[in-house]
């Protein structure tokens, strides 16, 4: 930017010195036929001629830098075409990186409630499985329990046994006895 600004400003002040040459070009020869002498004539020609030179160096290199500003607006047009497009794929970007970011906040906020979620599940499991330890004392002592009971009914059955085993022995004797207090009796 800073050169387009000092390419314009070599600009005017060469069509200035075109203008003060040319100025001084007819300026020259206005003043050669009013009557001055020969040498001065000579003199004045020979400014003209040094004059028209330049003039057509200035004109020359005033063609040259219309032609170079020519060329440097063509790429200007093209980096602001290219800074458009870069300028596009910026915003373009940074949506991508607006979208990544906003995805990426999701995934932590879901990580964080499956983490929660999995410290509350290994929680639970750990006072099931304090449970689990519990009920099986529970089941251990009532087998315990449950066999204690089973050697008590069996020592019970086994009394009941020989409780029937002598009632029985009594109620035969007791037959006994009838029968032999009848035969006594009879007699």
């Known amino acids: 930017m800073k050169n387009h600004v000092q390419e314009r400003q070599k600009n005017k002040d060469m069509t200035t010195r075109l203008l003060i040459l040319e100025f001084l070009a007819v300026l020259a020869c206005l003043l050669v036929p ?11 020609l020979a400014e003209a001629a040094e004059a ?7 004109k020359a290199d005033l063609s ?14 093209a980096i602001k075409e290219i800074h458009d497009e870069l300028q596009k794929q910026v915003e ?10 906003a995805v990426a906040e999701q995934t932590l906020a879901k990580i964080k409630d499956l983490t929660a979620q999995s410290d509350g599940q290994v929680e639970s499991v750990g006072i099931l499985h304090n449970e689990i330890e519990q009920l099986k004392a529970v089941i251990e002592s009532q087998r315990t329990t449950i066999a ?17 085993e002598t009632t029985e022995e009594q109620q035969e004797n007791a037959e006994k006895q009838e029968q032999t207090t009848e035969a006594v009796e009879e007699q």
């Open 52 to 58: 028209k030179i330049l003039l057509a160096k200035v």
């Open 64 to 77: 040259k830098a219309k032609n170079k500003i020519a060329d440097l607006e063509e790429e200007l047009e």
């Open 92 to 101: 373009q970007r940074a949506g991508e990186r607006d979208t990544a970011i």
């Open 148 to 164: 204690e009971q089973q050697a008590a009914i069996e020592e019970m059955q086994k009394i009941i046994e020989q409780q029937q």
């Open 34 to 44: 009013i009557g001055c002498e020969d040498k001065d004539k000579k003199k004045a």
